[in-house]
């Protein structure tokens, strides 16, 4: 019988960690979420030697067990509730062999808690570059652990780190050194009370405030008690704990550890001085923005044509194929249409995640912190909230989740309040599809018109968010000490398969979440729109015939007036003439009212909610793009998608507060509705204004 | 007047000497700013803030105010 033994991949962050995670469970892998928090939870199966199965955790990764975040806080959860159904047999510590000094401290705590552990010295093909060579049986016997030399980049050392894991049993749990040495009279006393307890444990309890699993209550609570130093006391011995360890790993270092400094070799040096400079690092900043904008523009449009022609022939085809009937007028009006609506995004938001992912991967984005830094403040942010600003551009939920490193509550709950200004990708498909509808194509100096109007809506995106920090800063009266310590890892050339895993993830999840939302909603709308009360709609044939009777239309003519009079007194038609005079000043009429209600579901759903509400009634096989061409304004005439409700209707995307996930995550991270309900109400009445600002000027 | 972090110039290498734990996170001494340890300005943003460091073999960037309270003596090498 094969049996399956618990492994935790632990690290600090920039190690490659994850690359080692994915290069022992391959594609066997799943993202979840730790019940009740979104830390995100990745966990995967290997398969080891002679039939055993590993089940795989990679933990978040931290620089110590002094947790400092959430994220931090899971993993001294797990490390110290042994009845945690993922309590690992083995921990598995990976470290960076050009940092070795810092990883061991993480090292010695998790030695320390008496867990079999297995040290990891990952991209070892950058030893012989960096002239650094390894004493591997003298830092075994000083660490009491085994080492598992391994390159991700060159495939090397994971069926050695496999094997080490397999046979866990052997490896040694004695502690590299004894915590209790930092205040003899302190830990005595805190045996004597738990004399069972591990004495690391005890102490990692009494100075963490973490949730604690359920099973040690009794041991925590009266632990608490115990709690004889004050606090500024206890940060001194954890600092006296500190330098301890680093005495430890500097002396094990001493001779495990040669590096010789003539042969190495440092790239980094010449990448800093241009990447950080003061004038060329943001010039260069701005230059790689410029590029991903326009490469997903271009790199994307022949297959999204080819998915738009392909879901209209499809939606043709069942038309056809299949009985006539409801259940083939829902499918071929209502499902496919709504989900043609999310699949042509595919390429954009695969190609918007692979730049975003490129740049972590690289190094790069911890310089744009860096340079970013000083000029954020004065908006009351970080540099640190770059980061979420720029991947918000993706999605605002990983983005709000990634402001978790900012220190300064204050300047945390900033950037979480203003990141959904950025254009995020559901906001793509709004606005691709009207800038192709509104913008004519020429070019400018090498740009076109439409990707320089999807740059300048970036912007605009940008803008606000710094704006509306500015303002917040001023407003919110909230006093945080606010620290700032950012690591900048070495540039690494960025592994295919992890970017290619992110890739496939990330665009999974958003099409898969978002597709949830769409389908659902394309059926209630085809149901809406397909179905009305009273004599309007039920006896439309005959009204429209009577109507039009002496001026001889063609048959065709005759269906087509018979659908809108339809559409016109469906439900769906109904509810949208009730809202259309709140939104006629913006210049959209009753269909765009629609799609726009129900694009505060999911902003996404925009285009499938149109694409459903067109294609209801009308039997000819085209493409969304140019039915919204063909649709015309029904008080002024001339196309209902013209130059000015198609700024006003872009500009009240950019703005409005329309995404519930989004609004479901700001009230998980700032544990209140307060601030997701200020979110909706502000930013939605401001969308609208200035909507309305601009169709009034444009017109 | 004692000299600190914000002090140093480009290039310019110190050993630290003291830091004060009431104003330095725990996590800025795990990364190895402690005393003993060798720090070097990498490099610096517009303004001399934040600033790029190399403390005991690592890379990372911490702001002025920080800077002023980890205590140093040049090394000038």
Redesign the interface.
């Known amino acids: 019988m094969s049996k399956q033994i618990n492994v935790a991949l632990i690290g600090n962050p920039n190690t490659g960690k994850t690359s080692v995670f994915n290069a022992l469970t391959g594609l066997n892998q799943k993202v979840g979420n730790y019940p009740g928090i979104t830390v995100e939870k990745k966990e995967g199966i290997c398969k080891l030697p002679r039939g055993v199965k590993a089940h795989i955790i990679d933990l978040p990764g931290t620089?110590?067990l002094?947790a400092?975040s959430l994220d931090e806080n899971v993993v001294i959860e797990l490390l110290l509730n042994k009845n945690d159904k993922d309590f690992p047999d083995v921990a598995v510590v990976v470290s960076d062999v050009?940092?070795l000094?810092?990883n061991l401290?993480l090292f010695t705590q998790i030695k320390d808690l008496e867990i079999p552990t297995i040290l990891v010295i990952n991209m070892a093909d950058r030893m012989k570059y960096k002239g650094i060579s390894l004493d591997i049986p003298y830092l075994e016997a000083e660490l009491n652990t085994k080492i598992a030399i391994v390159s991700t980049r060159k495939k090397e050392g994971i069926d050695n780190l496999k094997e080490l894991i397999s046979n866990f049993k052997e490896l040694s749990i004695t502690p590299c050194l004894s915590a209790s040495e930092i205040d003899k009279e302190y830990f005595d006393n805190l045996r004597k009370a738990f004399p069972n307890q591990l004495l690391y444990k005890l102490w990692l309890v009494i100075t963490q405030d973490v949730n604690f699993g359920k099973t040690d209550r009794n041991v925590i609570d009266a632990v608490a008690d115990f709690k004889t130093k004050t606090k500024?006391d206890l940060?001194?011995l954890?600092?006296k704990e500190?330098?301890k360890r680093?005495q430890f790993i500097n002396n094990t270092l001493k001779k495990g550890q040669n590096i010789d400094l003539s042969t190495a070799k440092d790239l980094?040096?010449r990448l800093?001085?241009i990447l950080?400079h003061?004038v060329w690092g943001y010039v260069i900043f701005l230059f790689i923005l410029l590029t991903i904008f326009q490469a997903i523009y271009d790199w994307s449009a022949i297959p999204m044509d080819f998915i738009d022609s392909a879901f209209a022939s499809l939606s043709e085809w069942t038309k056809n194929a299949l009985p006539e009937g409801a259940l083939t007028s829902l499918l071929a009006e209502g499902i496919i249409p709504g989900l043609g609506g999310i699949v042509i995004f595919i390429p954009q938001i695969a190609f918007l995640f692979l730049f975003i992912s490129v740049l972590e991967e690289s190094g790069y984005m911890?310089r744009v912190?860096?340079?970013m830094?000083?000029g954020m403040r004065r908006f009351g942010l970080s540099?640190k909230s770059v980061v979420p600003l720029i991947s918000g551009t993706a999605c605002a939920i990983p983005a709000i989740m990634a402001t978790r490193n900012i220190?300064s509550w204050k300047e945390r709950l900033i950037t979480i309040l203003v990141t959904p200004f950025t254009t995020c990708s559901a906001r793509l498909p709004v606005y691709l599809i009207i800038i192709s509808l509104v913008i004519p194509e020429g070019r400018f100096l090498g740009l076109g018109y439409q990707a320089l109007t999807l740059m300048l809506l970036y912007l605009i995106g940008f803008a606000s968010a710094l704006i509306s920090a500015m303002i917040l800063n001023k407003v919110l009266k909230i006093k945080s000490k606010s620290?700032?310590?950012?690591?900048?890892?070495?540039y690494k050339l960025p592994l295919i398969k992890n970017v290619a895993l992110t890739v496939v993830e990330k665009t999974k999840s958003f099409v898969f979440g978002a597709g949830k939302i769409i389908l659902a909603i394309s059926i209630v709308l085809w149901f809406l729109a397909s179905y009305g009360p009273g004599d309007q709609f039920n006896n439309a044939e005959e009204i429209v015939t009577e109507k039009f009777a002496s001026d001889n239309l063609t048959e065709d003519e005759l269906q087509q007036e018979i659908a809108s009079q339809k559409l016109e007194y469906s439900f769906i038609g109904l509810a949208g003439r009730a809202i259309e005079p709140a939104i006629r000043p913006l210049g959209y009429d009753w269909k765009i009212g629609i799609a726009i209600v129900s694009s505060f579901a999911a902003r996404e759903v925009f285009v499938g909610t149109l694409a459903t509400i067109y294609s209801v009634g009308s039997d000819d096989e085209d493409t969304i793009k140019n039915r919204m061409a063909g649709e015309v304004n029904p008080i002024l005439g001339g196309p209902l998608f013209n130059f000015a409700s198609g700024i006003s209707l872009m500009l009240f995307y950019a703005f409005a507060m329309q995404c519930m996930s989004t609004l479901a995550v700001v009230k998980r991270e700032t544990n209140s509705w307060k601030w997701p309900i200020l979110q909706l109400v502000l930013m939605s009445a401001f969308a609208y204004v200035v909507a309305l600002i601009a169709y009034q000027i444009l017109i | 007047m004692e000299v600190t972090v914000a002090h140093l110039k480009r290039g310019e290498k110190a050993i630290i000497v003291d830091v004060s734990?009431?104003n330095i996170?725990?996590?800025?001494?795990?990364?190895?700013c402690?005393?003993g340890n060798e720090v070097e300005l990498?490099?610096?943003?517009?303004?001399s803030?934040?600033m790029?460091l190399k403390i005991?073999?690592?890379?990372?960037?911490?702001?002025k105010e920080?800077a002023i309270h980890i205590i140093i003596e040049i090394t000038n090498e």
């Open positions: 620089y110590s002094n400092s050009e940092n000094k810092r401290l500024a940060k001194k954890q600092q500190t330098i680093y980094r040096i800093d001085r950080t003061k911890s912190v860096f340079l830094d000083r540099g220190e620290f700032f310590v950012v690591e900048m890892p070495n | 734990s009431i996170p725990l996590k800025l001494l795990e990364m190895g402690l005393p990498v490099q610096l943003a517009p303004f803030d934040p790029y005991n073999g690592t890379h990372l960037a911490i702001r920080t």
